[in-house]
T-cell receptor, first 111, second 113 residues
Framework: RKEVEQDPGPFNVPEGATVAFNCTYS??????FFWYRQDCRKEPKLLMS???SGNEDGRFTAQLNRASQYISLLIRDSKLSDSATYLC????????????FGAGTQVVVTP | GAGVSQSPSNKVTEKGKDVELRCDPI?????LYWYRQSLGQGLEFLIY????????KSGLPSDRFSAERTGGSVSTLTIQRTQQEDSAVYLC???????????FGSGTRLTVV
């Protein structure tokens, strides 16, 4: 079983709509959580950290459910420029900062 | 530097040749990571450096792969006797502290023909 699992999508979203997707992680020792964004043929870029109480950054909202071991990302008022692959990333305190990357969820925002 | 710098950005090499990939992390970042990403795949961890030492080399696919870091800064990933399955984008990332998010370089796209 992969340590971080994501629905690969694609999630086809009309411009202006809301899209949400989850990822699950298998290791209960996980302590740090992030969402990265990766555009086609580009490097991953940090979108936001995910905090226990949930957090928001503009149109993006991240939630963490430790009991069920999943993380979610919600994008409101989708823009064409939000089209990308979103990587769920998890780190453990017992592994010196090594981050485990999910394979990504593709989001395609259509006009 | 302002960001993580990797060179070369593209490398085409013949099967059996050795290649060196370079990573220059963000100044002051003590943690440095190498990952690779094959076409359409997720990121595969290769090796981690804290300063000049590599506490975790568990992701290196074979003994043809090696890496070093000098002066707590620049790192070089060397692949000996390249094989076609080594073709991938090799990504370097650095972090100020372990447990924080990484900043990635733009990667080296390696093609073995």
């Amino acid at each position: 079983r992969k340590e971080v699992e994501q629905d690969p999508g694609p999630f086809n979203v009309p411009e202006g709509a809301t899209v949400a997707f989850n990822c699950t992680y298998s290791n209960s020792a996980s302590q740090s959580f992030f969402w990265y964004r990766q555009d086609c043929r580009k490097e991953p870029k940090l979108l936001m950290s995910v905090y226990s109480s949930g957090n928001e950054d503009g149109r993006f909202t991240a939630q963490l459910n430790r009991a069920s071991q999943y993380i979610s990302l919600l994008i409101r008022d989708s823009k064409l420029s939000d089209s990308a692959t979103y990587l769920c990333v998890v780190g453990r305190t017992d592994s010196w900062g090594k981050l485990q990357f999910g394979a990504g969820t593709q989001v395609v925002v259509t006009p | 530097g302002a960001g993580v710098s990797q060179s070369p950005s593209n490398k085409v090499t013949e099967k059996g040749k050795d290649v060196e990939l370079r990573c220059d992390p963000i100044s002051g970042h003590t943690a440095l990571y190498w990952y690779r990403q094959s076409l359409g795949q997720g990121l595969e961890f290769l090796i981690y450096f804290q300063g000049n030492s590599a506490p975790d080399k568990s992701g290196l696919p074979s003994d043809r792969f090696s890496a070093e870091r000098t002066g707590g800064s620049v790192s070089t990933l060397t692949i000996q006797r390249t094989q076609q399955e080594d073709s991938a984008v090799y990504l370097c990332a650095s972090s100020l502290k372990t447990g924080r998010g990484y900043t990635f370089g733009s990667g080296t796209r390696l093609t073995v023909v």
